[in-house]
């Protein structure tokens, strides 16, 4: 597919932490693509500037038509909302609400009312499996419902692009395994483009295409085959 995600020359200070330095990466569309590195390489803070989380000091990232690098604070909240989809680590979920009310909440953010958001959660819970488990609140779910109601709520707004960080972190590699099947069926049949950060190699091997990250900057995959 073409170009979705740009980012050209992106550079991101943390304090004194040179976090990124000068990336460059295209994201075509369709494609799941696994970002990899150590602890502290900087993944994260790729994912975030891509996902227009945290604005990085230098350089430009465009998704689609839109150069979110350009956008207002209100304006990338809202690009947010209407065309990208998160998921994170485990325990991500809000403890008080139902998994339907959790999967809900994006549209909710985004305006729409709640019997109708409600429709379109209860719809990706039961793609996801997860029929029946609607009122049940995330103390009440495995760590595998867990993380499918996650994705639920990842995918709910039908985002361009889905962005995962580590999105197996705590799960038993079984469990991991099987989400990622999910994941991955889900985003192909949808077409929906997915950046997944991960530091474990059989997540990455669910991937299209792997970017590795060292000391914020993207090296060549053949400085990286040990793991
Ligand atoms: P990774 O996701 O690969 O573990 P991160 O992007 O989280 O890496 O972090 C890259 C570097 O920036 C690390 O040295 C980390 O400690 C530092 N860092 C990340 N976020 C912050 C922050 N908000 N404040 C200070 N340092 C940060
Ligand atoms: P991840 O597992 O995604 O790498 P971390 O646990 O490293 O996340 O960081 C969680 C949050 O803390 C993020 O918002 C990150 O930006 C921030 N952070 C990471 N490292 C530091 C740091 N050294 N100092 C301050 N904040 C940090």
Known sequence: ?????????????HGQTHALRGVDVTIRQ???????GPSGSGKST????LAGVITPDAGEVTIGDTRISSLSDDQRSQFRLDRLGFVFQFGQLLPELTAED????????????????????????????LAGMER??????????????????????????LFADEPT?????LTAE?????????????????VIVTHDARVASYSDREIFIRDGSVTRPAFETTV
Do not use: F
């Open 102 to 129: 959790n999967v809900a909440l994006p549209l909710m953010l985004g305006g729409t009312k709640r019997a109708r958001a409600l429709v379109q959660a209860h719809s990706w819970l039961e793609r996801l499996g």
């Open 46 to 49: 790729l994912l975030h500037s």
């Open 169 to 173: 972190g705590s799960l038993d590699s």
């Open 30 to 36: 369709g494609e799941i693509v696994a970002v990899m």
């Open 136 to 161: 049940r609140l995330p103390s009440e779910l495995s760590g595998g419902q867990s993380q499918r109601v996650a994705l639920a709520r990842g995918l709910v707004n039908a985002p361009t692009v």
């Open 178 to 194: 099987r989400v990622m099947e999910t994941l991955t069926d889900v985003v192909r049949s949808t077409r929906t483009t997915l």
């Open 1 to 13: 597919g073409p170009a979705l995600v740009t980012a050209r020359g992106l550079e991101k200070h």
